[in-house]
Nanobody, 126 residues
Framework: QVQLVESGGGLVQAGGSLRLSCAASGRTFSSYGMGWFRQGPGKEREFVVAIWSGGRTRYADSAKGRFTISRDNANNTVYLQMNSLKPEDTAVYYC????????????????????WGQGTQVTVSS
């Protein structure tokens, strides 16, 4: 069982930055694929970015050039640095973990992730 706890959300003006953190329990964190998803008001949960155990990353088009994912395996933490935030980035952001699989390319489908955090609210004002 893996527990995920997100933090770092808040209210920021358009153009500002936030850094989200996701702390994970468990001794095999380094082998898990980790992803960030978000769900805006009245919208479905959507993929933002993921990083696999080997360091390979995959970004949604909306995140490219503005968001950066990283992981610290020594501290069981994954980060999401968000710059140049826009009002349309307003959403609850969720951290997710996928148990080790043979796929090389990070998954974008929420259904393929095994564990989820409770989410952290990000609000970007115009």
């Amino acid at each position: 069982q893996v527990q995920l706890v997100e933090s770092g959300g808040g209210l920021v003006q358009a153009g500002g930055s936030l850094r989200l953190s996701c702390a994970a329990s468990g001794r095999t964190f380094s082998s898990y694929g980790m992803g960030w998803f978000r769900q805006g008001p009245g919208k479905e949960r959507e993929f933002v970015v993921a990083i696999w155990s080997g360091g390979r990353t995959r970004y949604a088009d909306s995140a490219k050039g503005r968001f950066t994912i990283s992981r610290d395996n020594a501290n069981n933490t994954v980060y999401l640095q968000m710059n140049s935030l826009k009002p349309e980035d307003t959403a609850v952001y969720y951290c997710a973990a996928r148990i080790p699989v043979a796929t090389v390319i990070p998954s974008t489908l929420p259904s393929l992730y095994n564990y989820w955090g409770q989410g952290t609210q990000v609000t970007v004002s115009s």
